[in-house]
């Protein structure tokens, strides 16, 4: 009986060693991978090692943190704690590692945070808390970092209507602001009030129907980077919308409902180097939409319901890259390229495959792009699927009356291809 016993004690002290992470250090940096069970960390794992620079915990199928688990970590920076299963810390799992400055928190099930976490790792400048289930941010709980510059919110369950707008009140000098994934339709004006450095805004599929008020103030003029993309955004009608983001570098509307825009709505964006409005509605580009930007190089049209695409709207533009493909296009203006290059242009990239092209037109295009040297998406020319319809009159017909003839026998003969694939 005794050795039964014995045997089995064995046995549980082997069980508790497999399920233990197994770690290993390079260069002052500790590497942790799993073991083959859920794990509590607890001091002894990581801890009592003032060399330590750097830890790495992502995807050790950790549950919970307890205290101690990080003392005597002088000298750490970085911790990784990602991809975990970790419902919640308690206040002060995290005080000892005061020179911490890098925290990654995201994809685990934290749904929040007590009120004084952060209070002692005062030097923190990033904090990554992605893919958890957090709704709700107690005011003052980043008061104490005053030196953060990146923070991730995206995928969580945030409301926009129950941010408090002084939540970010000590923290003004964030560069990165990620909101993405998250309803953020509601939230206040002022919530970015204290920001003076912001770089980047990213509020990707946040259930916006229009461009938020907190997104645009005066003192958001450092921002180079606004991602409003996968939202429900159907018009920019207010010329105004944009004037205080003279900074800005990159814009992306990419995949919301746009069907209107006011001529005037980018011309305060003299910085503006791209335009990214692929997979909206947009029929008709205004004349002056692209005028008076001195900087924009790079215009994405992909997927809209353009018929036609006027070199007025794109003339005087340092334009290089150009994609119009997936619209309803039948022609170009004779010389397209050319006339982009005598206006201002720089163009070296084309892309304008798929589009209901009459051939005629495809071919004068095709012809012109070559001797220019300008880059198109040529392996779309494989002879294997229809990427243009002519009548018996091979002639490129430049008006716009035309159009639906040749969008409708475009649909048709693709539609017929389709069916052939479909049956071999």
Not at 55 to 71: A, G, M
Not at 75 to 81: E, H
Not at 137 to 162: C, H, M, Q, R, Y
Not at 220 to 249: C, G, P, W, Y
């Amino acid at each position: 009986m005794a050795a039964y016993r014995a045997a089995l004690v064995a046995l549980s002290m082997l069980a508790i060693v497999e399920a233990k992470p197994k770690c290993k250090t390079f260069a002052d940096n500790v590497v942790c991978t799993a073991g083959t069970s859920d794990y509590e960390l607890v001091r002894g794992l990581v801890s009592d090692n003032n060399k330590t620079t750097g830890i790495t915990l992502r995807d050790c199928r950790i549950t919970d943190v307890e205290y101690e688990s990080f003392n005597d970590l002088n000298s750490l920076t970085y911790l990784d704690l990602s991809m975990n299963k970790i419902r919640r810390l308690k206040l002060g799992v995290i005080d000892e590692p005061k020179k911490l400055t890098y925290l990654n928190l995201s994809y685990n099930e934290l749904t929040e945070f007590p009120l004084g976490l952060f209070d002692q790792i005062k030097n923190l400048d990033l904090i990554d808390l992605k893919g958890n289930k957090i709704n709700k941010l107690e005011l003052g709980i980043f008061d104490t970092l005053p030196k953060l510059k990146f923070v991730d919110l995206s995928s969580n369950a945030f409301v926009g209507k129950d941010f408090n707008p002084y939540i970010f009140d000590q923290s003004p000098h964030i560069t990165f602001m990620d909101f993405s994934r998250n309803n953020m339709e509601d939230a206040p004006e002022n919530l970015l009030h204290a920001f003076q450095s912001l770089e980047t805004l990213n509020l990707d599929r946040c259930f916006l129907s229009k461009v938020p008020e907190f997104a645009t103030k005066a003192n958001l003029r450092t921002m180079k980077h606004l991602i409003l993309s996968t939202n429900q955004i159907t018009s920019l009608d207010n010329a105004a919308t944009f004037v205080n983001l003279e900074n800005l570098q990159q814009l992306d509307l990419t995949a919301n409902m746009l069907e209107t825009i006011n001529p005037n709505i980018l011309s305060p964006l003299k910085h503006l180097q791209k335009v990214d409005l692929k997979n909206n509605k947009i029929a008709v580009i205004p004349d002056n939409l692209f005028k008076n930007l001195p900087k924009l190089i790079t215009i994405d049209l992909y997927g809209n319901q353009l018929q036609n695409v006027p070199v007025n709207a794109l003339r005087g533009i340092p334009l290089k890259n150009l994609n119009i493909a997936n619209n309803k296009v039948t022609y170009l203006q004779d010389n397209f390229c050319l006339e982009l290059r005598n206006s201002g242009g720089k163009i070296k990239k084309l892309l304008f495959d798929p589009n209901p092209w009459q051939c005629a037109c495809l071919h004068d295009l095709l012809k012109e792009v070559k001797r220019l040297g300008i880059e198109y998406n040529s392996g779309k020319y494989d002879g294997k699927r229809p990427v243009c319809v002519s009548t018996s009159e091979f002639t490129c017909k430049r008006q716009e009356s035309v159009n639906d003839l040749y969008i409708e026998m475009f649909n048709e003969a693709k539609s017929k291809y389709f069916k052939q694939q479909k049956k071999k």
